[in-house]
Protein backbone atom coordinates (compact mmCIF):
# COMPACT_ATOMS: atom_id res chain seq x y z
CA UNK A 1 0.00 0.00 0.00
CA UNK A 2 2.91 2.53 0.74
CA UNK A 3 4.81 1.31 -2.32
CA UNK A 4 1.42 2.26 -4.45
CA UNK A 5 0.91 5.54 -2.63
CA UNK A 6 4.84 6.45 -3.14
CA UNK A 7 4.26 5.64 -6.96
CA UNK A 8 0.74 7.72 -6.97
CA UNK A 9 2.81 10.75 -5.85
CA UNK A 10 5.36 10.01 -7.84
CA UNK A 11 2.77 9.93 -10.86
CA UNK A 12 0.97 13.32 -9.25
CA UNK A 13 4.35 14.74 -9.78
CA UNK A 14 4.79 14.14 -13.60
CA UNK A 15 4.13 15.87 -16.11
CA UNK A 16 0.24 16.49 -17.32
CA UNK A 17 -1.23 15.77 -20.72
CA UNK A 18 -2.61 18.89 -22.11
CA UNK A 19 -5.43 16.92 -23.89
CA UNK A 20 -7.53 15.31 -20.83
CA UNK A 21 -9.70 17.41 -18.63
CA UNK A 22 -8.81 18.21 -14.80
CA UNK A 23 -10.80 15.35 -13.78
CA UNK A 24 -9.08 13.04 -16.32
CA UNK A 25 -5.29 14.19 -15.35
CA UNK A 26 -5.82 13.28 -11.92
CA UNK A 27 -7.65 10.46 -12.88
CA UNK A 28 -4.39 9.30 -14.98
CA UNK A 29 -2.01 10.15 -11.66
CA UNK A 30 -4.08 9.05 -8.75
CA UNK A 31 -6.66 6.41 -10.08
CA UNK A 32 -5.36 4.94 -13.41
CA UNK A 33 -2.89 2.46 -11.42
CA UNK A 34 -5.91 0.51 -9.84
CA UNK A 35 -9.15 0.99 -11.53
CA UNK A 36 -7.28 1.21 -15.62
CA UNK A 37 -6.96 4.19 -17.80
CA UNK A 38 -10.18 2.75 -19.41
CA UNK A 39 -12.20 2.79 -16.27
CA UNK A 40 -12.10 -1.31 -16.65
CA UNK A 41 -9.97 -2.05 -13.48
CA UNK A 42 -6.09 -2.91 -13.29
CA UNK A 43 -5.45 -6.84 -13.72
CA UNK A 44 -4.33 -8.54 -10.18
CA UNK A 45 -0.83 -8.49 -11.14
CA UNK A 46 -0.03 -5.15 -11.69
CA UNK A 47 -2.44 -3.26 -8.98
CA UNK A 48 -1.30 -5.88 -6.26
CA UNK A 49 -5.00 -6.59 -5.13
CA UNK A 50 -7.50 -9.63 -5.43
CA UNK A 51 -10.57 -7.13 -6.75
CA UNK A 52 -13.35 -7.37 -4.67
CA UNK A 53 -17.10 -8.66 -6.19
CA UNK A 54 -17.65 -4.99 -6.21
CA UNK A 55 -15.14 -3.87 -7.74
CA UNK A 56 -16.18 -1.19 -10.65
CA UNK A 57 -16.03 -1.63 -14.14
CA UNK A 58 -17.04 2.11 -14.93
CA UNK A 59 -16.75 1.33 -18.80
CA UNK A 60 -20.26 -0.39 -17.71
CA UNK A 61 -23.05 1.19 -17.90
CA UNK A 62 -25.70 -1.10 -16.76
CA UNK A 63 -22.82 -1.22 -13.68
CA UNK A 64 -22.52 2.07 -12.63
CA UNK A 65 -25.51 4.26 -14.52
CA UNK A 66 -27.48 3.23 -11.16
CA UNK A 67 -24.93 5.04 -8.75
CA UNK A 68 -25.65 8.34 -8.16
CA UNK A 69 -22.57 10.84 -8.38
CA UNK A 70 -23.20 11.41 -4.57
CA UNK A 71 -22.37 8.13 -3.41
CA UNK A 72 -19.06 8.27 -6.08
CA UNK A 73 -17.89 11.41 -4.34
CA UNK A 74 -18.49 10.05 -1.03
CA UNK A 75 -16.10 6.88 -1.68
CA UNK A 76 -13.47 9.27 -3.22
CA UNK A 77 -13.08 11.66 -0.55
CA UNK A 78 -13.59 9.39 2.41
CA UNK A 79 -12.55 5.70 1.04
CA UNK A 80 -14.29 2.69 0.09
CA UNK A 81 -14.80 1.53 4.24
CA UNK A 82 -17.28 4.90 4.05
CA UNK A 83 -19.96 3.08 2.03
CA UNK A 84 -18.87 -0.37 3.20
CA UNK A 85 -16.51 -1.13 0.37
CA UNK A 86 -12.98 -1.96 1.01
CA UNK A 87 -10.30 -0.57 2.66
CA UNK A 88 -8.21 -0.72 -0.59
CA UNK A 89 -10.02 2.05 -2.10
CA UNK A 90 -8.32 4.89 -0.54
CA UNK A 91 -9.58 8.46 0.50
CA UNK A 92 -8.79 11.66 -1.46
CA UNK A 93 -10.50 14.31 0.72
CA UNK A 94 -7.09 15.37 1.86
CA UNK A 95 -5.40 15.43 -0.96
CA UNK A 96 -8.15 17.09 -3.58
CA UNK A 97 -10.51 19.53 -3.32
CA UNK A 98 -14.47 19.07 -3.41
CA UNK A 99 -14.26 20.64 -7.18
CA UNK A 100 -11.70 18.25 -8.07
CA UNK A 101 -13.96 15.39 -7.28
CA UNK A 102 -16.98 16.59 -8.82
CA UNK A 103 -14.63 16.81 -11.83
CA UNK A 104 -13.03 13.46 -11.09
CA UNK A 105 -17.02 11.99 -10.86
CA UNK A 106 -17.93 13.85 -14.03
CA UNK A 107 -14.67 12.21 -16.04
CA UNK A 108 -15.71 8.94 -14.22
CA UNK A 109 -19.28 9.26 -16.13
CA UNK A 110 -17.31 9.51 -19.43
CA UNK A 111 -16.59 5.82 -19.12
CA UNK A 112 -20.20 4.78 -20.11
CA UNK A 113 -20.76 6.61 -23.42
CA UNK A 114 -24.43 5.53 -24.12
CA UNK A 115 -26.29 8.49 -22.36
CA UNK A 116 -29.59 6.62 -22.62
CA UNK A 117 -29.11 4.84 -19.48
CA UNK A 118 -31.93 6.43 -16.93
CA UNK A 119 -29.45 7.42 -14.16
CA UNK A 120 -29.69 6.36 -10.96
CA UNK A 121 -30.26 10.22 -9.45
CA UNK A 122 -33.95 9.62 -10.96
CA UNK A 123 -34.54 6.48 -8.68
CA UNK A 124 -36.13 8.35 -5.95
CA UNK A 125 -37.38 6.90 -2.59
CA UNK A 126 -39.47 4.76 -3.13
CA UNK A 127 -43.09 5.38 -1.51
CA UNK A 128 -45.02 2.89 0.65
CA UNK A 129 -48.06 3.05 -2.24
CA UNK A 130 -46.82 5.01 -5.54
CA UNK A 131 -44.57 2.70 -7.93
CA UNK A 132 -41.16 4.62 -8.94
CA UNK A 133 -40.63 4.63 -12.79
CA UNK A 134 -37.32 4.27 -12.52
CA UNK A 135 -36.18 0.25 -13.11
CA UNK A 136 -34.71 -1.69 -10.21
CA UNK A 137 -33.30 -4.40 -9.19
CA UNK A 138 -35.32 -4.48 -5.26
CA UNK A 139 -36.15 -7.06 -2.86
CA UNK A 140 -39.09 -5.59 -0.74
CA UNK A 141 -41.43 -7.06 2.06
CA UNK A 142 -44.14 -4.54 2.66
CA UNK A 143 -46.46 -5.04 5.53
CA UNK A 144 -49.73 -3.22 6.27
CA UNK A 145 -51.68 -3.72 9.60
CA UNK A 146 -54.77 -2.35 10.28
CA UNK A 147 -54.64 -0.14 13.41
CA UNK A 148 -58.83 0.12 13.51
CA UNK A 149 -61.87 -1.79 11.92
CA UNK A 150 -61.30 -6.01 11.64
CA UNK A 151 -57.91 -6.50 12.44
CA UNK A 152 -56.13 -7.25 9.23
CA UNK A 153 -52.56 -7.91 8.19
CA UNK A 154 -51.31 -7.71 4.52
CA UNK A 155 -48.03 -8.51 3.29
CA UNK A 156 -46.17 -8.36 -0.08
CA UNK A 157 -43.10 -9.62 -0.82
CA UNK A 158 -42.00 -8.14 -4.12
CA UNK A 159 -39.02 -8.93 -6.28
CA UNK A 160 -38.33 -6.17 -8.97
CA UNK A 161 -35.50 -7.21 -11.51
CA UNK A 162 -34.10 -5.06 -14.41
CA UNK A 163 -33.70 -6.45 -17.96
CA UNK A 164 -31.35 -3.99 -19.89
CA UNK A 165 -31.36 -0.41 -20.34
CA UNK A 166 -35.15 0.28 -19.41
CA UNK A 167 -37.06 -3.07 -18.54
CA UNK A 168 -38.23 -4.22 -15.23
CA UNK A 169 -39.68 -7.58 -14.17
CA UNK A 170 -42.09 -7.16 -11.34
CA UNK A 171 -43.18 -10.00 -9.08
CA UNK A 172 -45.52 -9.25 -6.35
CA UNK A 173 -46.88 -11.86 -3.95
CA UNK A 174 -49.50 -11.23 -1.17
CA UNK A 175 -49.60 -12.85 1.98
CA UNK A 176 -52.87 -11.83 3.75
CA UNK A 177 -53.63 -12.39 7.35
CA UNK A 178 -57.63 -11.64 8.57
CA UNK A 179 -59.70 -11.75 11.29
CA UNK A 180 -63.17 -11.79 10.41
CA UNK A 181 -64.88 -14.11 13.17
CA UNK A 182 -62.96 -15.89 15.83
CA UNK A 183 -60.02 -16.94 14.19
CA UNK A 184 -57.28 -15.33 12.22
CA UNK A 185 -57.70 -16.92 8.28
CA UNK A 186 -54.16 -16.73 6.26
CA UNK A 187 -52.82 -17.32 3.03
CA UNK A 188 -51.45 -16.47 -0.19
CA UNK A 189 -53.36 -13.59 -1.94
CA UNK A 190 -53.29 -12.88 -5.86
CA UNK A 191 -49.58 -13.15 -7.32
CA UNK A 192 -49.12 -10.42 -10.04
CA UNK A 193 -46.64 -10.14 -12.65
CA UNK A 194 -45.97 -7.28 -14.24
CA UNK A 195 -43.60 -5.41 -17.02
CA UNK A 196 -42.31 -1.91 -16.68
CA UNK A 197 -40.48 0.15 -19.57
CA UNK A 198 -39.30 3.43 -18.85
CA UNK A 199 -40.23 5.82 -21.47
CA UNK A 200 -38.36 9.10 -20.79
CA UNK A 201 -35.74 10.35 -18.47
CA UNK A 202 -33.09 12.61 -18.02
CA UNK A 203 -30.71 13.40 -16.02
CA UNK A 204 -30.80 17.42 -16.66
CA UNK A 205 -34.50 17.90 -16.36
CA UNK A 206 -34.59 15.48 -13.32
CA UNK A 207 -37.89 14.10 -14.96
CA UNK A 208 -38.48 10.10 -15.89
CA UNK A 209 -41.24 8.61 -17.19
CA UNK A 210 -42.44 4.82 -17.52
CA UNK A 211 -45.49 2.84 -18.06
CA UNK A 212 -46.13 -0.95 -16.69
CA UNK A 213 -48.83 -3.57 -17.58
CA UNK A 214 -49.44 -6.54 -15.36
CA UNK A 215 -51.47 -9.39 -14.48
CA UNK A 216 -53.01 -10.37 -11.80
CA UNK A 217 -53.92 -14.46 -11.18
CA UNK A 218 -56.61 -15.78 -8.72
CA UNK A 219 -54.55 -17.67 -6.72
CA UNK A 220 -55.94 -15.66 -3.03
CA UNK A 221 -59.03 -17.60 -1.60
CA UNK A 222 -62.26 -15.91 -2.91
CA UNK A 223 -64.43 -17.33 -0.07
CA UNK A 224 -61.54 -16.34 3.04
CA UNK A 225 -61.55 -12.55 1.32
CA UNK A 226 -57.75 -13.33 0.11
CA UNK A 227 -58.36 -12.95 -3.34
CA UNK A 228 -60.26 -11.04 -5.99
CA UNK A 229 -61.86 -14.63 -7.85
CA UNK A 230 -61.19 -13.54 -11.05
CA UNK A 231 -58.43 -12.76 -13.78
CA UNK A 232 -57.47 -9.13 -13.57
CA UNK A 233 -55.25 -6.97 -15.67
CA UNK A 234 -53.36 -4.02 -14.34
CA UNK A 235 -52.24 -0.44 -16.22
CA UNK A 236 -50.14 2.44 -15.17
CA UNK A 237 -47.91 5.18 -16.15
CA UNK A 238 -45.66 6.83 -13.44
CA UNK A 239 -44.11 10.26 -13.95
CA UNK A 240 -41.12 11.15 -10.98
CA UNK A 241 -39.30 14.86 -11.03
CA UNK A 242 -36.11 15.71 -9.04
CA UNK A 243 -36.01 19.07 -8.07
CA UNK A 244 -31.70 20.59 -7.21
CA UNK A 245 -32.99 20.71 -3.75
CA UNK A 246 -33.78 17.03 -3.98
CA UNK A 247 -37.32 17.93 -3.41
CA UNK A 248 -39.13 15.69 -5.13
CA UNK A 249 -42.48 14.39 -6.49
CA UNK A 250 -43.71 11.07 -7.73
CA UNK A 251 -47.01 10.74 -9.68
CA UNK A 252 -48.79 6.86 -10.80
CA UNK A 253 -52.25 6.42 -11.92
CA UNK A 254 -53.73 3.40 -13.63
CA UNK A 255 -56.77 0.97 -13.86
CA UNK A 256 -57.44 -2.42 -12.69
CA UNK A 257 -59.39 -4.34 -14.98
CA UNK A 258 -60.49 -7.77 -13.63
CA UNK A 259 -62.45 -10.21 -16.30
CA UNK A 260 -65.12 -11.04 -13.86
CA UNK A 261 -66.55 -7.52 -13.05
CA UNK A 262 -69.54 -10.30 -11.12
CA UNK A 263 -66.26 -10.38 -8.74
CA UNK A 264 -64.54 -7.18 -8.66
CA UNK A 265 -65.41 -3.96 -10.05
CA UNK A 266 -63.15 -1.78 -12.32
CA UNK A 267 -61.29 0.66 -10.28
CA UNK A 268 -59.27 4.10 -11.20
CA UNK A 269 -56.70 4.93 -9.30
CA UNK A 270 -54.37 8.13 -9.22
CA UNK A 271 -51.73 8.40 -6.63
CA UNK A 272 -49.57 11.80 -5.67
CA UNK A 273 -46.21 11.79 -3.18
CA UNK A 274 -44.32 14.65 -2.28
CA UNK A 275 -41.26 14.39 -0.50
CA UNK A 276 -37.50 16.03 0.72
CA UNK A 277 -34.64 14.11 1.10
CA UNK A 278 -32.21 15.36 3.58
CA UNK A 279 -28.73 13.47 4.16
CA UNK A 280 -26.20 14.34 7.01
CA UNK A 281 -22.49 15.04 6.29
CA UNK A 282 -22.60 17.18 3.09
CA UNK A 283 -25.61 15.16 1.37
CA UNK A 284 -23.18 11.95 2.00
CA UNK A 285 -24.53 10.58 4.98
CA UNK A 286 -27.67 8.74 6.24
CA UNK A 287 -30.39 9.80 3.91
CA UNK A 288 -33.78 10.64 5.50
CA UNK A 289 -36.81 11.23 3.22
CA UNK A 290 -39.95 12.64 4.39
CA UNK A 291 -42.74 12.18 2.49
CA UNK A 292 -46.50 12.32 2.25
CA UNK A 293 -49.01 10.45 -0.64
CA UNK A 294 -52.46 11.50 -1.69
CA UNK A 295 -54.25 8.16 -2.72
CA UNK A 296 -57.52 8.79 -4.81
CA UNK A 297 -59.26 5.45 -5.79
CA UNK A 298 -62.29 4.93 -7.34
CA UNK A 299 -64.66 1.77 -8.34
CA UNK A 300 -66.08 2.20 -11.82
CA UNK A 301 -69.74 1.06 -10.48
CA UNK A 302 -72.69 3.38 -10.57
CA UNK A 303 -72.79 5.62 -7.51
CA UNK A 304 -69.60 4.89 -6.72
CA UNK A 305 -67.62 7.65 -4.71
CA UNK A 306 -63.77 8.34 -5.05
CA UNK A 307 -61.73 6.99 -1.72
CA UNK A 308 -58.64 9.70 -0.49
CA UNK A 309 -56.28 8.43 1.66
CA UNK A 310 -53.52 10.62 2.88
CA UNK A 311 -50.26 8.85 3.82
CA UNK A 312 -47.35 10.63 5.43
CA UNK A 313 -44.12 8.27 5.92
CA UNK A 314 -40.64 8.62 6.34
CA UNK A 315 -38.09 6.62 4.61
CA UNK A 316 -34.41 6.06 5.96
CA UNK A 317 -31.42 4.44 4.44
CA UNK A 318 -30.11 1.81 6.99
CA UNK A 319 -26.90 0.52 5.68
CA UNK A 320 -23.83 2.61 4.71
CA UNK A 321 -24.21 1.24 1.35
CA UNK A 322 -27.49 2.72 1.10
CA UNK A 323 -28.89 -0.50 -0.49
CA UNK A 324 -30.80 -1.71 2.29
CA UNK A 325 -33.92 1.22 3.49
CA UNK A 326 -36.84 0.92 5.14
CA UNK A 327 -40.08 3.25 5.46
CA UNK A 328 -42.63 3.57 8.02
CA UNK A 329 -46.02 5.61 7.63
CA UNK A 330 -49.59 5.78 8.21
CA UNK A 331 -52.40 5.79 5.66
CA UNK A 332 -55.58 7.50 7.10
CA UNK A 333 -58.89 8.06 5.19
CA UNK A 334 -59.96 11.14 4.29
CA UNK A 335 -63.32 10.06 2.94
CA UNK A 336 -66.05 7.39 3.81
CA UNK A 337 -63.33 7.11 7.36
CA UNK A 338 -66.35 4.60 9.29
CA UNK A 339 -65.64 2.06 6.25
CA UNK A 340 -62.11 1.95 6.00
CA UNK A 341 -59.17 1.23 8.22
CA UNK A 342 -56.49 3.22 9.31
CA UNK A 343 -53.75 1.34 8.55
CA UNK A 344 -49.94 1.18 9.87
CA UNK A 345 -47.47 0.35 6.52
CA UNK A 346 -44.16 -0.07 6.77
CA UNK A 347 -41.59 -1.89 4.02
CA UNK A 348 -37.99 -2.67 4.30
CA UNK A 349 -36.39 -2.90 0.87
CA UNK A 350 -33.17 -4.53 -0.31
CA UNK A 351 -31.06 -2.99 -3.69
CA UNK A 352 -29.06 -5.88 -4.38
CA UNK A 353 -27.57 -4.57 -7.49
CA UNK A 354 -25.63 -2.40 -4.78
CA UNK A 355 -24.06 -5.59 -2.92
CA UNK A 356 -25.14 -8.61 -0.94
CA UNK A 357 -27.72 -8.19 2.30
CA UNK A 358 -25.19 -8.50 4.48
CA UNK A 359 -22.30 -6.15 2.71
CA UNK A 360 -22.10 -2.78 3.56
CA UNK A 361 -22.70 -2.20 6.66
C1 LIG B 1 -5.09 1.39 -4.45
C2 LIG B 1 -6.03 1.15 -5.52
C3 LIG B 1 -7.06 2.22 -5.81
C4 LIG B 1 -6.84 3.54 -6.12
C5 LIG B 1 -5.52 4.27 -6.22
C6 LIG B 1 -8.13 4.11 -6.38
N1 LIG B 1 -9.10 3.18 -6.20
FE1 LIG B 1 -11.09 3.47 -6.39
N2 LIG B 1 -11.43 1.59 -5.77
C7 LIG B 1 -10.46 0.64 -5.52
C8 LIG B 1 -11.11 -0.59 -5.15
C9 LIG B 1 -10.41 -1.91 -4.81
C10 LIG B 1 -12.49 -0.35 -5.19
C11 LIG B 1 -13.61 -1.34 -4.94
C12 LIG B 1 -13.97 -1.46 -3.48
C13 LIG B 1 -15.01 -2.52 -3.26
O1 LIG B 1 -15.77 -2.85 -4.20
O2 LIG B 1 -15.08 -3.04 -2.14
C14 LIG B 1 -12.66 1.04 -5.56
C15 LIG B 1 -13.88 1.66 -5.67
C16 LIG B 1 -14.06 2.93 -6.16
C17 LIG B 1 -15.33 3.56 -6.33
C18 LIG B 1 -16.67 3.01 -5.89
C19 LIG B 1 -17.45 2.46 -7.02
C20 LIG B 1 -18.82 1.99 -6.62
O3 LIG B 1 -19.17 0.90 -7.06
O4 LIG B 1 -19.53 2.68 -5.89
C21 LIG B 1 -15.09 4.78 -6.89
C22 LIG B 1 -16.10 5.83 -7.27
C23 LIG B 1 -13.68 4.90 -7.06
N3 LIG B 1 -13.08 3.76 -6.61
C24 LIG B 1 -13.06 5.98 -7.62
C25 LIG B 1 -11.67 6.19 -7.56
C26 LIG B 1 -11.04 7.40 -7.99
C27 LIG B 1 -11.75 8.57 -8.63
C28 LIG B 1 -9.73 7.25 -7.71
C29 LIG B 1 -8.65 8.27 -7.90
C30 LIG B 1 -8.81 9.54 -7.25
C31 LIG B 1 -9.55 5.93 -7.14
N4 LIG B 1 -10.74 5.32 -7.07
C32 LIG B 1 -8.33 5.42 -6.76
C33 LIG B 1 -9.13 0.81 -5.61
C34 LIG B 1 -8.49 2.01 -5.86
Not at 86 to 93: A, D, H, K, L, V
Not at 210 to 221: F, I, R, Y
Amino acid sequence: MTVLCGFLLLAKASGSEPQLSEGGQIYTKACAACHGPDGKGTAKAIAGFDQPNTFPDFSRCDQTTSEVNSAYAAVITYGGPYRGFSQIMPSFGKALTPKEINELVHYLRSFCTNSHWPRGELNLPRAVQTEKAYPEDEEVITAAVNARNAPGVENHIIHEQRFGMKNQLEVDVPLMFTHPEQNWYGGIGDVTIGWKRVLYSSLPKGSIFAVQGEVSAPTGNYNHGLGAGTTSFGVFGMYDQLFPTNTFFQLQGGAALPVDTTKAPQNVYGYATFGQTFAGDHGFGRAWSPMVEFLANRDLVNSAKTDWDLLPQMQVTLSKRQHVRGDIGVRVPVTDTAHRPIQIEFYLLWDWADGKLTEGW
